[in-house]
Structure formats: structure tokens, C-alpha cells
């Protein structure tokens, strides 16, 4: 697709539910990163792949917190029994090359999650 | 690991003059600033960047200075328009030689807001 697709838009869960936060990255790009953005905050890095590969989940607040990226494209961020605190935009970003600092990210709109 | 701080949190110009945005980063290992505009309801969109072995970077009206014996860098926007109006980010992180990444470090954001 043209840019970062990020589904759903909006998710309201109960405490105590378990949500699943999905990123189409733009085709081909091999590497892609997750970040949290709490309200008047900057984003937050969570967690980054190359490929299929997870190189990085030192950003991962908890063991509530799991993503994936199976076959090197979409990713989908998992959060079980969700709390209060977890409420924030979550941001996906893709990037064409492993040299991520030469081509830049390209977010996408997020996924804006209120656990209530 | 990095600490980025970001100045002012919220920055009102008139239409025409010029605004700047200055960050300061502590890990002297960093070596790749960006800077992000984000509009509301959309993720961070990359406006420019600069890597440690230069120390001022122009594209149109937007510039960036780094000054690395500070740990300090700058964003320079002149003649500003209406639609230069969002919450600009700082960030940081180091690359190692193999391009191998971390994810960003961003600063909390400075809301510019544009007087006509």
C-alpha cells in the first residue's frame, strides 16, 4: 500500500481483556518498529523487527505485552489483560532498508487504545 | 540509555517570523537526530534529519544545527505559514557502523502554534 496501515483506528477495552493491535507496513520494507504514545508525550519505542526477526523488546513494559511478525510483513502487537495505564496511541513504524537512520520511518496513524 | 529533553513545550510566532526548537540528548554515543511533525490524529511524519558528522542541515525553509560538544540540536523554521501549526518532535539514537539500529529516543514534543 501506499503508507502504514494500522487497524483498528480506535479500541476500547475492559480491564482485564486481552486486545490485538495490527500493522500493515508498506511492502517490501523489512524493518518495523512499535511505539507507545501516551497523551502530550513523545513516542515511546517498544519493540523493532527485521524481517521476521524481533531484535529488540527491551522497550516491552511487561510480559502483558507480546508482538509478532510471523512472515516478515504484518505485525500485530498483543496486550493481555489490559490495564489502566496501557491506554495510549500505539504507533507503528516501517522502513525500507536495515539502515533505518538512511531512509528514515514512516509512521503510521496509530491505533489509539482507552482501557476502561 | 538516552534522556532527550525538548524546549520550549509550547511555542507561539506570528505568521512570517521564525520559530526554533531546541533539544538537548546525553548519550554522547548518539549519532542521528531527527525531527518529526505530527499533525493531529496522524503519526509523526519525518520533516529532516542529521547524522553527527555534519553540523547544519537546510530544505527550504526548515534547518537543523547540531552542536555535539553540547549534546545539543536545534530545529530553525523560517517564514512560518498556517500549516506549519502541529507538535514537532526531537529524537535520537545511535546506529552502529553496520546500520544496525535501536529504536528512537524522542523528546515530549513542542506544540507550535502559528498566529495569522
Known amino acids: 500500500g501506499a503508507g502504514v496501515s494500522q487497524s483498528p483506528r480506535y479500541k476500547v477495552a475492559k480491564r482485564g481483556q486481552d486486545v490485538a493491535l495490527r500493522c500493515d507496513p508498506i511492502s517490501g520494507h523489512v524493518s518495523l518498529f512499535w511505539y507507545q504514545q501516551a497523551l502530550g508525550q513523545g513516542p515511546e519505542f517498544l519493540t523493532y523487527f527485521q524481517n521476521e526477526a524481533q531484535l529488540d523488546k527491551s522497550g516491552l513494559p511487561s510480559d502483558r505485552f507480546f508482538a509478532e511478525r510471523p512472515e516478515g510483513s504484518v505485525s500485530t502487537l498483543k496486550i493481555q489483560r489490559t490495564q489502566q495505564e496501557d491506554s495510549a496511541v500505539y504507533l507503528c513504524?516501517?522502513?525500507?532498508?536495515?539502515?533505518?537512520?538512511?531512509?528514515?520511518?514512516?509512521f503510521g496513524s496509530g491505533t489509539r487504545l482507552t482501557v476502561v | 540509555g538516552e534522556n532527550v529533553e525538548q524546549h520550549p513545550s509550547t511555542l507561539s510566532v506570528q505568521e512570517g517570523d521564525s520559530a526554533v526548537i531546541k533539544c538537548t540528548y546525553s548519550d554522547s554515543a548518539s549519532n542521528y537526530f531527527p525531527w518529526y511533525k505530527q499533525e493531529l490524529g496522524k503519526g509523526p511524519q519525518l520533516i529532516i534529519d542529521?547524522?553527527?558528522?555534519?553540523g547544519e542541515k537546510k530544505d527550504q525553509r526548515i534547518a537543523v544545527t547540531l552542536n555535539k560538544t553540547a549534546k545539543h540540536f536545534s530545529l530553525h523554521i523560517t517564514e512560518t505559514q498556517p500549516e506549519d501549526s502541529a507538535v514537532y518532535f526531537c529524537a535520537a539514537a545511535e546506529f552502529d557502523s553496520g546500520g544496525g539500529a535501536d529504536g528512537l529516543t524522542f523528546g515530549k514534543g513542542t506544540h507550535l502554534i502559528i498566529q495569522p
Open positions: 542529521i547524522r553527527s558528522n555534519v
Open positions: 513504524a516501517s522502513s525500507s532498508t536495515f539502515q533505518v537512520h538512511r531512509g528514515g520511518y514512516t
